[in-house]
């Protein structure tokens, strides 16, 4: 099993920029793809970004392509989303989420239910 703690949320103003931070514990992280989504209030769980266990590939939703970046540091057993130019509509709980896959994949997947391991979430709020 992995462990995911979100963190790096917070209150900022339209056209701000904040870095969120996945970290995670328990088994060999590297093995693992990750994905973020988000939740705004009175609203379903959405896809983010995405990317696989080498950090080889990504994907991003179109809404947040060209604003944000997703990266990973396999020996910090971190994932990152840089959010960039962030609109009042970016205000949600950010999650990660985690899955296993074989090393010679280069799998990520942008349904909740290909993930296997949440977090908690970060609270994220974009004022106008």
């Known amino acids: 099993q992995v462990q995911l703690v979100e963190s790096g949320g917070g209150l900022v103003q339209a056209g701000g920029s904040l870095r969120l931070s996945c970290a995670a514990s328990?088994?060999?992280?590297?093995?693992?793809?990750v994905g973020w989504f988000h939740q705004a209030p009175g609203k379903e769980r959405e896809f983010v970004a995405a990317i696989s266990w080498s950090g080889g590939r990504t994907r991003y939703s179109d809404s947040v392509k060209g604003r944000f970046t997703i990266s990973r540091d396999n020996a910090k057993r971190t994932v990152y989303l840089q959010m960039n130019s962030l609109k009042p509509e970016d205000t949600a709980v950010y999650y990660c989420?985690?899955?296993?896959?074989?090393?010679?994949?280069?799998?990520?997947?942008?349904?909740?239910?290909?993930?296997?391991?949440w977090g908690q979430g970060t609270q994220v709020t974009v004022s106008s």
């Open positions: 328990g088994r060999t992280f590297s093995r693992y793809a």
């Open positions: 989420a985690a899955k296993e896959t074989p090393y010679n994949s280069n799998y990520y997947g942008t349904q909740i239910l290909d993930y296997d391991y």
